[in-house]
């Protein structure tokens, strides 16, 4: 039996549509029964013509194979199409899930976060500002502490400390020149760190000077006690007490100490006799010397007239330690002022007047 050919099929599908009718045929044997049965065959072989019904045949197994194919290919269809949605299902449960765990872990961390971007915020609140002062001028600036203490900065000289000072302590740092007028606190110490020395006091006055020759560290004592130690990582010197008034300490480029403060043993038999001023190279040193005999000295030191304009102020003794050499009069009589509560005119001559300080 021959079939014709569909243009459509390839060699292939022939084959796999004889496989298919044979298939059809041993499935379902009453398809040659209907097309062959008892009477039809009869017929067959009383006709002359003995042409067999190949056509009704090839057609019928066609349209079978057909309907099959159709079945297959829309069960195909509905494999991908379930398939498809089964993934699209998976994919959208998948990102649903991750979408969930994010959710629920940015949930846990949201608290901490907050707290820690609240901490940062606070800590940025909570950084101290730092006041630096310079001054540049030819007169001395007055600087008011936060907790109420005074520095009188000279030329040429800068401070710089927090806006507030720590809960435990007191910290200021100097280059140049300034005079201390603590303010007592016995809780808080009052430091001040300049030329590599730190000078702690908790109520007192002092002047640390480090522009002399810009190689040497200056402390004298006013009032009060204090302490000088070294803050190098290996001290160059051991902590030094000063308490009693006009003792200084003098440190080199090294922070070697120069000049230790003097013992009351090392003075001379004629300085407690005549109370004068008694010199030791360029330094002059004064233990409770009237004020006039001071400024007595000081004008032939400096060849300037300084002028008293109250009699009380001679009642007044002066203790310390002045370098006519590597200090101006101004910032001598500056300090000397502020110990005993006065101050100075200049006048056009260039000579200075003292007073007392008005309240």
């Avoid at 203790?319 to 006048?347: M, Q």
Wanted: proline fraction near 4%.
């Amino acid at each position: 039996m021959r079939f014709r050919r569909r243009h459509r099929r390839n060699t292939a599908n022939r084959s796999e549509a004889r496989r298919n009718a044979r298939k059809k045929i041993w499935e379902d044997p009453t398809i040659i029964e209907e097309m062959f049965n008892d009477a039809g065959w009869r017929r067959y072989q009383e006709a002359e013509d003995h042409s067999a019904p190949s056509k009704k045949m090839a057609q019928h197994i066609e349209s079978e194979i057909d309907r099959d194919e159709r079945r297959a290919l829309r069960r195909e269809i509905r494999l991908r199409r379930t398939n498809r949605t089964m993934q699209v299902g998976i994919a959208a449960a998948l990102l649903l899930f991750i979408s969930f765990q994010l959710w629920q872990q940015s949930q846990r961390v949201a608290q901490p976060d907050a707290l820690h971007y609240a901490q940062q915020d606070s800590a940025r609140v909570a950084v101290p500002r730092w006041v630096s002062i310079y001054n540049d001028s030819d007169q001395i600036d007055t600087v008011h502490l936060p907790d109420q203490s005074t520095v009188h900065l000279f030329a040429q000289s800068s401070l710089r400390y927090r806006n507030d000072f720590a809960v435990a302590a007191r910290d200021i740092y100097l280059e140049g020149k300034g005079f201390f007028d603590v303010a007592k606190d016995t809780k808080r110490p009052f430091s001040v760190y300049a030329g590599a020395t730190k000078t702690t006091a908790l109520g007192t006055s002092f002047t640390i000077d480090t522009r002399r020759e810009k190689q040497h560290t200056a402390v004298e004592l006013h009032t009060g006690k204090i302490v000088v130690a070294s803050t190098a990582d290996i001290p160059a010197f051991e902590n030094v007490f000063l308490d009693r008034k006009g003792a200084s300490l003098l440190l080199d480029a090294n922070m070697q100490i120069v000049q230790p403060e003097r013992e009351q043993k090392e003075k001379p038999a004629r300085l407690a006799e005549t109370a004068a001023p008694t010199t030791t190279g360029s330094q002059l040193y004064m233990e409770n010397i009237p004020l006039p005999d001071v400024f007595a000295t000081l004008e032939e030191a400096y060849q300037t007239d300084i002028h008293i304009q109250d009699e009380h102020i001679r009642t007044i003794q002066y203790t310390g330690i002045i370098d006519p050499e590597k200090e101006t009069l101004a910032d001598v009589l500056t300090v000397i002022c502020l110990i005993n509560d006065l101050h100075y005119d200049t006048h056009e001559d260039g000579s200075f007047h003292i007073y007392f300080r008005k309240r």
